[in-house]
């Protein structure tokens, strides 16, 4: 029996050196395999931030251009706002309120005015003139 327990012994021995042996090799294969994958992240993420480098003068490109444009659009609107008013303006001032109602009142006040003899107007009364040179008193208690 002697032998046998030497046999045990040396295969228990030889068991536990193999164990070892292929721990070391698993482990040195985990170190293997992550460093791989970490250099094939690091490429995967220097070509993604490569990307990015490049697409960012497009986006930066296109921001100008869509700012420009909005300012473009701003500065139409201004332009154009701008000359509606004026030309607004321009027809109020050419604009003669009350034409003919002034028209009508100066014939009427000619036709009324024709009958009766020139009479100078009174200090503190008020008068209107036709166009003729007529005048028309206004009565003091304004009826």
């Known amino acids: ?10 295969g228990v021995a030889a068991l536990v050196g ?3 042996d292929g721990f070391s090799r698993l482990v040195t294969q985990h170190l ?11 490429k995967a993420m220097g ?6 480098a490049v697409f960012v003068p497009f986006l930066l490109v296109g921001y ?13 609107n201004l332009v154009g706002g701008g000359l509606g008013i004026l030309r607004a303006v ?5 604009r003669q309120m009350m034409d ?16 009766q003899p020139r009479v100078a107007a009174a200090p503190g009364v008020n008068t209107l003139k036709d166009t003729t040179g007529m005048a028309f008193k206004e009565p003091r208690d304004g009826r």
Not at 1 to 10: C, F, L
Not at 32 to 42: C, G, M, P, T
Not at 100 to 115: G, I, P
């Open 1 to 10: 029996m002697h032998v046998g327990s030497e046999q045990t012994d040396r």
């Open 18 to 20: 193999r164990m070892a």
């Open 32 to 42: 293997q395999l992550a460093r791989v994958e970490l250099a094939e992240d690091a």
């Open 47 to 52: 070509l993604d931030v490569a990307s990015i």
């Open 64 to 76: 100008a251009f869509i700012c420009g444009a909005l300012a473009l659009v701003g500065a139409v």
């Open 90 to 94: 321009k027809r109020m001032k050419s």
């Open 100 to 115: 003919d109602s002034v028209s009508e009142l100066s014939r009427s006040m000619a036709a009324l005015t024709s009958a």
